[in-house]
T-cell receptor
Framework: GNSVTQMEGPVTLSEEAFLTINCTYT??????LFWYVQYPGEGLQLLLK?????DKGSNKGFEATYRKETTSFHLEKGSVQVSDSAVYFC???????????FGSGTKLNVKP | DAGVTQSPTHLIKTRGQQVTLRCSPK?????VSWYQQALGQGPQFIFQ???????QRGNFPDRFSGHQFPNYSSELNVNALLLGDSALYLC???????????FGPGTRLTVL
């Protein structure tokens, strides 16, 4: 079956620290992988995506590389800001119906 | 071009009542998926509508039903509400030929 596992939070960092949020997946077929961000009281915003192995998605300083050999899609950012504080969800689509499978989310707190 | 819209923003109901949530897709989108996001969890797939028919369904009871209209907008109906139905309900819309989807801001349902 299809599933996504994320590292548990919360993750607390100081401003300008390096961020890694781990994400691994199990999927049938050839999934597309996504990172979504959710700010308090809001819906989901697409942060980045990758549709095939070795692709790197990037946006707003965040990056994630689709690693088929390790079934991983870890999110990284070199220097976090207080405004990056949010919940981050890793997700995949692995069928023709574009149904998302989400991880449980990782809350990031960035302190000034 | 408006993005995905949902109404209402917030809703408070009591146990046993029925509720209807609405989603209007982004222009050009013909597929609507509904997700339930309980507090502290990732979104869970409820069902998907395409060409006015339910195309795929997640692991939710028959109390959850839906409809898609000729203009591609959609409703989610939940009957006999339980306390556990309290959640953020998200809709995501897309077009049949692409796997990118856009999420609406969600409807926060509280069942007392």
């Amino acid at each position: 079956g299809n599933s996504v596992t994320q590292m548990e939070g919360p993750v607390t960092l100081s401003e300008e620290a390096f961020l890694t949020i781990n994400c691994t997946y199990t999927a049938t077929g050839y999934p597309s992988l996504f990172w979504y961000v959710q700010y308090p009281g809001e819906g989901l915003q697409l942060l980045l995506k990758a549709t095939k192995a070795d692709d790197k998605g990037s946006n707003k300083g965040f990056e994630a590389t689709y690693r088929k050999e390790t079934t991983s899609f870890h999110l990284e950012k070199g220097s976090v800001q207080v405004s990056d504080s949010a919940v981050y969800f890793c997700a995949l689509i692995s069928d023709n119906f574009n149904k998302f499978y989400f991880g449980s989310g990782t809350k990031l707190n960035v302190k000034p | 071009d408006a993005g995905v819209t949902q109404s209402p923003t917030h809703l408070i109901k009591t146990r046993g009542q029925q509720v209807t949530l609405r989603c209007s897709p982004k222009s050009g989108h013909d597929t609507v998926s509904w997700y339930q996001q309980a507090l502290g969890q990732g979104p869970q797939f409820i069902f998907q509508y395409y060409e006015e028919e339910e195309r795929q369904r997640g692991n939710f009871p028959d109390r959850f039903s839906g409809h898609q209209f000729p203009n591609y907008s959609s409703e989610l109906n939940v009957n006999a509400l339980l306390l556990g139905d309290s959640a953020l309900y998200l809709c995501a819309t897309g077009s049949g030929s692409h796997n990118e989807q856009f999420f609406g801001p969600g409807t926060r349902l509280t069942v007392l």
